[in-house]
Structures are given as structure tokens and as C-alpha cells.
């Protein structure tokens, strides 16, 4: 029973524990979010951003929570199809990550549009999504209360509101 208590223990204190991506993370549409691109193994995400991440219990496909500090929701995450990064996506409004255009979390809705143009905004609820699509790939601007909350690179077939 004690084995047992103990490799529990030892499971949740590793799917939450903080780990180490980017604090001033930088999007680059169509192209990269925090150093990562679309189509990065396993192994290339641990060595981008730590060994020390959170598993996601109901998502669909494999995914991976990199939060800053242990129980805070900011940081950011990956999602895997076939051990391949399908998404990468900021997670709860982390400050100091931007776009190469300079576009950053807390900016209004108005920037984005000053920014990147006209944008297929997306409904996802309780917030939208500002997408630009770059060849096969999706970056989406996250916007919630007319804020940039956060950003997303998306790969062919991935949902845009996650």
C-alpha cells in the first residue's frame, strides 16, 4: 500500500511540476511559436523546454502543459499526433510573449488588426480566434474582452478553439 501511495505521489508531483518554456516567447507565424516548430519530436520539445511538464488526462491526442510555476495555469503547451508537435499554444495569458511584428499578449483587438490586416475570425465561445494561414499552418491570435490572450500555431487538421 505504501508502494502504492508512493508511485502516485511521485506521478502527480510529476505532471505538475513547472518547467521551462520561454518567458518571453516569440511567434512567428506560420513558422514557430517559442523556439518550436510544427512537426518537432518529443525529444526536440524536452530539449527546447524542459524535462518537466504536465499530461493532459481528457485531451483527444498526447499533450504536454510546460507551466511556469507549479498549480498557475501560464506557461504553454503541445499537443502530439503520431509523436509529432500537431500544436503549440500559449497557456493563460502569459506576459511577455509576442509576434515578429511586435503584436503581444494584452494588446487590443485593434492592434492585431493594425498589424496583420483583415483576419477569419473564428468563434470559439467565450473568446475568438484571429487566424493567418501561412502555406499548410494555422497561427491563431487568441482574443478574449477585446485583449490578445494568447497564440496558437496549429497544423492541417487541428481545431482552432482549444
Do not use: H
Not at 14 to 21: C, E, K, R, V
Not at 34 to 57: D, I, K, M, S
Not at 106 to 120: N, S
Not at 145 to 154: I, K, S, Y
Amino acid at each position: 500500500m505504501r508502494a502504492l501511495l508512493g508511485v502516485s505521489i511521485a506521478l502527480f508531483v510529476t505532471t505538475s511540476a513547472a518547467a521551462a518554456p520561454p518567458r518571453a516567447g516569440l511567434v512567428v507565424p506560420g513558422k514557430s511559436l517559442g523556439g518550436l516548430r510544427l512537426g518537432a519530436t518529443r525529444a526536440q520539445v524536452r530539449a527546447a523546454w524542459g524535462p518537466r511538464f504536465g499530461l493532459c488526462r481528457d485531451c483527444r491526442e498526447q499533450t504536454w502543459y510546460f507551466n511556469y510555476r507549479p498549480f498557475e495555469p501560464q506557461g504553454a503547451g503541445v499537443s502530439f499526433r503520431k509523436g509529432r508537435a500537431a500544436a503549440l499554444f500559449t497557456l493563460w495569458s502569459p506576459q511577455g510573449w509576442r509576434t515578429e511584428r511586435g503584436l503581444a499578449i494584452g494588446d487590443t483587438a485593434v492592434r492585431v488588426a493594425g498589424l496583420y490586416g483583415t483576419l477569419l475570425s473564428v468563434n470559439c465561445g467565450r473568446y475568438s480566434a484571429s487566424t493567418i494561414r501561412r502555406g499548410r499552418t494555422t497561427t491563431a491570435i487568441y482574443v478574449v474582452d477585446e485583449q490578445v490572450w494568447g497564440f496558437g500555431l496549429l497544423a492541417p487538421g487541428e481545431a482552432v478553439c482549444r
